[in-house]
Every structure is written in C-alpha cells, then in structure tokens.
C-alpha cells in the first residue's frame, strides 16, 4: 500500500494565522483526503483533492478557510487560515489504493493558543 | 443518508480474552465497504480489516475477524487473544457509494479499549 509523509508532525501556533500541512505520497494516486479530529471526536471529511480541479468541499468546510492545493498526483497542502482556538485539531490526509487500500498520514496535531 | 453508529465508548477486556466492538451501519446502497482501524495515542490511523458488502465469507486478518450480519447492518469487529498493545481507539469506517461520493469513508464515534494485564 501508499506510503504517506505528512508533515508537520505537530505545531503550537498562535491565533490569526495560517499553517500549512503537506502530505507526499510514494506512488501517483487520484483521489486525495483530508481529514479532520477534534479532540477527543471522530474523523470528519474536510475535503476531496482531485489533480487538475477544485476541491470539493463538503458541508461545513469553506475554501476560505481550508485552501488546498493538488499540484500533481503525489502531493497536495490544506492550509488552516486564520486560526483560532476552536481549530485545534488532528489533521490527517489519506489516500485511496485499490478496493480496500486507504492509507492515512501520520497526522498533524495542531494546537492554537 | 448514510450512517455509522458505534455505541460502545468505552470496553475492558482482560489480557487474552476476546473482545467485540459493535458497529452498525445504514445505507439504501447495496454495494459498500466497511472498514475498521485502530488509532494509537499517538494519532496514526491503523489499517486492521475490510469486508466488501457482496462479499460471501467474513473477513478475516490474524487476530481481528469481522462478524457481518448484512440482514442487520452490522459489523462487529472481533479481537481475539487481546495484548496490551491493543488498548487504542477503533473506528467503524463506511465507503460511500455513489459516482459522486466514492471514496469518501464515514466514520464512527470510536470505541476505546482498554486491555488490562
């Protein structure tokens, strides 16, 4: 299966400004995830990053305030704009392999004070 | 819509003993697939088993086993022999269907499982 760097592992930021997550996969793949936790919560779909066209955002999720990229087909950012404390959350990337091939980052923890 | 339900926040279960974490599921789609993970204190998402919703026999990998009872829409998962390193969180995770939707995984409240010595 897809092996997935996802960085930065953690960050402590403070509030009103952005922070950039990169995800790179080790093989090309079509469909990109970004997920996110809150603490103590279960995954909620931010965003499907197709190469070549927007991203779909999906209820709740602007692009204003998550802004992805998909350059090509191993790499893509979420950014998390203006941050507050409400923001702090596991974010984690994925990507689909196969019939049952979902590979996930190994997540960004993200703290905003 | 489609939808995951796992009512079990917490379980126990006493070091190689077995153990169930409950997952049903509701969907008007015949073809989906279920998955569950195993997530760590440490946040990774652990990839443990899939069953395909035509698939015939349940699915199996080493310890885990998953219990599909499609007339029910459930999928429990199923622990054999617990250790130690198996205390972390569980997610029931739905593949949705649909041209539109492919791909997109639903997910569970999780279920914490604490395994005892």
């Known amino acids: 299966s897809a092996v997935i760097s996802q960085k930065p592992s953690r960050d402590i930021c403070q509030r009103g400004t952005s922070l950039t997550i990169q995800c790179q996969v080790d093989s090309q793949v079509t469909m990109m995830f970004w997920y996110r936790q809150q603490p103590g919560q279960s995954l909620t779909l931010i965003a499907t990053?197709?190469?070549?066209?927007?991203?779909?955002?999906e209820s709740g999720f602007v692009i204003d305030k998550f802004p992805i990229s998909r350059p090509n087909l191993t790499f893509s950012t979420l950014t998390v704009s203006n941050m507050s404390p409400e923001d702090s959350s596991i974010y984690l990337c994925s990507v689909l392999r196969g019939r049952d091939g979902y590979t996930f980052g190994s997540g960004t923890r993200l703290t905003v004070v | 819509a489609q939808k995951i339900t796992q009512t079990q926040p917490g379980m126990f279960v006493q070091e190689k003993e077995a153990v169930t974490l409950d997952c049903t599921y509701d969907t008007s789609d015949p073809s989906y697939g279920l998955f569950w993970y195993k997530q760590p204190s440490s946040g990774e998402m652990i990839f443990l088993i899939y069953q395909g919703s035509y698939d015939q026999q349940n699915a199996t990998e080493g310890r885990y086993s998953l219990n599909f009872q499609k007339a029910r829409k459930s999928a429990n998962l199923v622990i054999s022999a617990s250790q130690l390193g198996d205390s972390a969180m569980y997610f029931c995770a739905m593949r949705m269907p649909g041209s539109t939707s492919y791909g997109k995984l639903t997910f569970g409240q999780g279920t914490i499982l604490t395994v005892h010595p």
């Open positions: 990053a197709n190469q070549g066209s927007e991203a779909t955002y």
